[in-house]
């Protein structure tokens, strides 16, 4: 997917404070050491996937979102002194006002280039109201046309010193959990059947992200980290093609070569960004309350999801929480997203406790079906299920328990065994009496009905029972029956 790497500003801040104490060596050592923990920490989320199910990945993009409003605000308003500067909130709102309304009102190639035109339409409101103009014109004269990037640059030699490597450290894992917001929030953007992060992905852009931060130790250049705002940008353009990646990374390398572009591209007004950062965080906290909301919840989850949350927020919204920690903790503890993370996965395998991941239930009577629709509802509370499965689930046992009553294939009451992973909810059915048949194709002849007068009746039940069969073949994503002595057995299967 079309994931983006920039200087992190967090990380910039960690390798100055280092390279000032410890030398530039130290601190290009602890990027190194960095790099080579996050490959090795991203070969373990593969097999992590019972620590993120889909409330605590919503969690992270929630809270990755709401962290972003701070800056994206200021940004957007100039805000210095608590007055807000109105020529700064004009060439923002007319960013982000164009790139909504293309966004929403146009398609195809206009809504590419919307980000694009936002961009444009705020560097002229920008013109307009004196916040770029002449000036910084005259910066970008002043640099040369072309010049090469690492004409008077030395690479600095590694240094491992402890001390200094642990803070750097500790910020690029924290990045890292940043990279599997944002390749979650993409993958999803990207997958019309998504259901559950996939760990796997998420496995390959840390690691993808490690190898960003051993390049930049190798070359002694600032740590990177993935770009949220180009969530943003994928979510207004609709464009997240590797290919587009490849090219547009081809074209800055170009731009190093030429000092006046980037220059100018530096020189981009502060609102502008604002506009940018504000439209990614909305969408962020969109996607992170959907995953939230597409499972399941029960008052552990709810309690889970509501304290997760509040930590994240507190952080944010009163920072002298950790104004007495020592800094060596402070970026840990201070970081809204990871206390907000680490809160959701701890209390997640705490609430667990006492949860069983198998049921049962015996059925009988007229209220069959309904018993049956309130027990996977209850089951999928409490194993946070989709909302989607568990009603298929419900609808597909109360087909069959209909057919089998229909067709007098069962004696006597009916065992539901429901049982449950991330991956899949299975159930059986246990009765004593025949198999249910299945595999035959339903087809209805309307003529036979309007002409067979005396068997029309007959011929109509058979085929409601024909479609209660082929209803539950459709609504389960796997079925299979047997029968043993008196006993038979439906087996359903539903992709998680």
């Known amino acids: 997917y079309l994931i983006v790497h920039n200087p992190s500003v967090i990380s910039m801040a960690s390798f100055i404070a280092v390279a000032g104490a410890f030398g530039i060596g130290a601190a290009v050592g602890g990027v190194l050491l960095a790099g080579i923990v996050i490959i090795f920490f991203s070969s373990l989320l593969p097999k992590l996937q019972t620590l993120f199910p889909a409330e605590i990945t919503g969690v992270l993009l929630l809270i990755l979102g709401l962290s972003m409003v701070e800056g994206g605000v200021r940004r957007f308003t100039g805000i210095d002194n608590g007055s807000i500067d109105i020529p700064t909130v004009l060439v923002a709102s007319a960013t982000l006002g164009t790139i909504v309304f293309l966004a929403i009102w146009t398609s195809g190639r206009v809504r590419v280039f919307s980000v694009a035109a936002g961009i444009v339409a705020g560097l002229i409101v920008a013109a307009i109201t004196g916040q770029f103009g002449s000036k910084e014109l005259a910066i970008v004269a002043d640099e040369p046309l072309f010049a090469f990037p690492f004409g008077a640059y030395d690479i600095p030699s590694p240094k491992l010193i402890i001390a200094a490597a642990i803070p750097i450290l500790i910020i690029e894992i924290i990045n890292a959990v940043d990279s599997i917001g944002t390749s979650v929030a993409l993958d999803k953007m990207n997958n019309a059947k998504w259901s559950r992060p996939d760990m796997k992905l998420v496995g390959r852009t840390v690691t993808c992200h490690g190898i960003g931060v051993l390049m930049n130790g190798l070359t002694g250049t600032l740590p990177s980290g993935t770009s949220s705002a180009n969530i943003g940008l994928v979510a207004v353009t609709g464009v997240a093609a590797r290919i587009v990646g490849i090219t547009a990374g081809l074209m800055l390398v170009m731009m190093a070569f030429l000092p006046q572009v980037s220059t100018f591209m530096t020189l981009m007004p502060s609102a502008v960004i604002g506009a940018l950062v504000i439209y990614t965080a909305g969408y962020m906290m969109v996607v992170g309350m959907e995953l939230i909301l597409s499972r399941l919840l029960n008052s552990r989850r709810q309690f889970l999801i509501g304290l997760s949350v509040t930590v994240g927020m507190s952080l944010l919204v009163v920072p002298e929480l950790v104004a007495g920690v020592s800094q060596d903790f402070k970026p840990v503890l201070g970081s809204a997203l990871t206390m907000g993370v680490l809160t959701a996965v701890v209390l997640n395998q705490i609430f667990r406790i006492g949860i069983a991941q198998r049921a049962e239930i015996e059925l009988s009577g007229l209220g069959a079906s309904a018993k049956a629709a309130r027990f996977l509802e209850d ?57 249910l048949p299945l595999g035959e194709d339903f087809e209805v002849d309307l003529q036979a009905f309007m002409e067979d007068e005396e068997g029309g009746e007959d011929a109509l039940d058979l085929a409601m029972a024909k479609m209660s069969n082929a209803l539950i073949q459709n609504l389960a994503d796997i079925v299979s029956s047997n029968e043993k002595d008196d006993r038979a057995e439906l087996h359903l299967q539903f992709s998680h």
């Open 379 to 435: 089951c999928g509370l409490d194993w946070g299920a989709r909302r989607d499965v568990i009603n298929r689930a419900g609808l597909s046992v109360g087909e069959a328990l209909e057919v089998l009553r229909t067709e007098d294939m069962i004696k006597d009451s009916v065992i539901l065994r429901a049982s449950f992973d991330e991956y899949k909810v299975k159930l059986v059915l246990d009765y004593e009496g025949k198999a």
